[in-house]
């Protein structure tokens, strides 16, 4: 089995809530799911792990409230390879609206400094030898440029390394000049990138390809209750999931089809199993307010209505 880790630069404490409409400039009263020390590549190895893949996490943490993390780091038997900074790592507020989408409130955390910086590329340019896929997730914390994220991207794929890319903003498209082994924009991400919408699903596909074109092998493109598609050399595949009956928190749902993805491509599953698998991981994780999958055996029931159509072959 393929050897795996994450990398979450911009780690941060998810404060999840919900309520059923935000009022703005009044007195929101919410319901608290939970308070969970995350991030995004930390969700996708929490959920890996759940699925009974070893997997090291790496990036930074904030020196001054790092502890829930070390508890939870141990706990699940996540091999920790974080480097530790000065400052606190952020907090970010995740509020669902049961009549409408996720708002973040997303605060500011530890800011890296050039020396910091320079540590983590020679620490994770070794750490990435010892693994064969590298899930490098999230956005950028201060201190750290886009030209220095694409950057150290171009060494982990020179190094030869399967990077994995799950950003936004201004990080993924650094991230994606890059050419990474594999990237997972959402629909609203490749609209931002490409610089205009994209309303059909053939749209959606030129988009892609545009990727592609420039020497990205994998692209999967997610698109939320729509499900998701994968182009690659051997052609474009769609997955759609069963409409989930109840949406508690779509917090991590796309960092539960990441970990999809990865258990599907660790385990040498066709593309085809690889994104029902995903497909059915991130449906299962919006009936939920924590990111995990307490028993795999849940997934069964989804993983059997997802339905899976060759577009090109």
């Not at 939970?34 to 009974?52: E, Q, R, S, W, Y």
């Not at 539960?256 to 995903?278: H, N, P």
Request: charged content about 20%.
């Amino acid at each position: 089995m393929a050897k795996v880790a994450t990398i979450t630069l911009n780690t941060a404490y998810d404060l999840v809530g919900r309520l059923k409409r935000i009022a703005l400039g009044e007195v929101n009263t919410v319901e608290t799911l939970g308070l969970f020390p995350a991030g995004k590549g930390i969700n996708v190895a929490k959920v890996l792990k759940d699925l009974g893949v070893d997997v090291a996490v790496s990036g930074f943490l904030g020196r001054d409230n790092q502890g829930d993390f070390n508890t939870m780091f141990a706990e699940l038997g996540l091999e920790d390879r974080f480097q530790r900074v000065a400052g606190k790592t952020r907090i970010n507020v995740k509020i669902t609206e049961t009549e409408a989408d996720v708002t973040d409130l997303n605060f500011l955390g530890y800011e890296i400094s050039p020396q910091d910086w320079q540590d983590f590329v020679q620490q994770s340019l070794l750490l990435c030898k010892d693994f064969d896929i590298v899930a490098v997730c999230g956005s950028l914390p201060r201190g750290v440029s886009p030209t220095d994220f694409a950057d150290w991207l171009k060494q982990l794929q020179q190094a030869g390394v399967k990077v994995v890319l799950d950003s936004s903003n201004a990080a993924l498209s650094a991230g994606l000049s890059a050419n990474p082994w594999l990237v997972k924009p959402n629909h609203r991400e490749l609209e931002a990138w490409v610089g205009h919408s994209l309303p059909t699903l053939e749209d959606i596909i030129a988009a892609a390809e545009k990727l592609r074109a420039q020497g990205i092998a994998n692209v999967i493109i997610s698109m939320g209750a729509d499900g998701s598609l994968w182009l690659s050399k051997q052609g474009v595949i769609q997955a759609k999931p069963p409409k989930c009956e109840q949406v508690v928190s779509t917090v991590g749902a796309g960092d539960s089809m990441v970990a999809g993805l990865i258990y599907g491509l660790s385990k040498s599953l066709s593309q085809q199993d690889t994104l029902a698998f995903a497909s059915a991981v991130s449906a299962f994780a919006v009936s939920q307010s924590n990111v995990g999958v307490s028993d795999p055996a849940l997934l069964t029931p989804i993983l059997e209505k997802v339905e899976i159509s060759v577009i090109k072959g």
